[in-house]
Nanobody, 115 residues
Framework: QVQLVESGGDLVQPGGSLRLSCTAS????????MGWYRQAPGKQRELVGT???????NYADSVKDRFTISRDNAKNTVYLQMNSLKPEDTAVYYC?????????WGQGTQVTVSS
């Protein structure tokens, strides 16, 4: 059935970089609006950024100019490149997929930024 699987979460030092991947199955990936969200302990889930089927992106102010979302429709995969990481970026990161009438979520991957 439909599945979104994230990978790439890790422990990284402040100022470091990390790339998350989300691979989808069970959907016509190229038609879906995709996004990344994150949730830190004790905080509400927040939008990180989105990418349309055509590659247009949008980012939260907190990550703008540091994070980049991209997609490879041939691989059914969306990426989140994270640079200049800060401790406040520590969270579980979730992949999101939407088309008219339905939406799906991944299981999440832990990103920890600490020295």
């Amino acid at each position: 059935q439909v599945q979104l699987v994230e990978s790439g979460g890790d422990l990284v030092q402040p100022g470091g970089s990390l790339r998350l991947s989300c691979t989808a199955s069970g959907i016509t990936f190229r038609t879906y609006f995709m996004g990344w969200y994150r949730q830190a302990p004790g905080k509400q889930r927040e939008l990180v950024g989105t990418i349309t089927r055509y590659g247009n992106t949008n980012y939260a102010d907190s990550v703008k100019d540091r994070f980049t979302i991209s997609r490879d429709n041939a691989k059914n995969t969306v990426y989140l490149q994270m640079n200049s990481l800060k401790p406040e970026d520590t969270a579980v990161y979730y992949c999101y997929a939407r088309v008219i009438g339905t939406e799906f979520w991944g299981q999440g991957t832990q990103v920890t930024v600490s020295s």
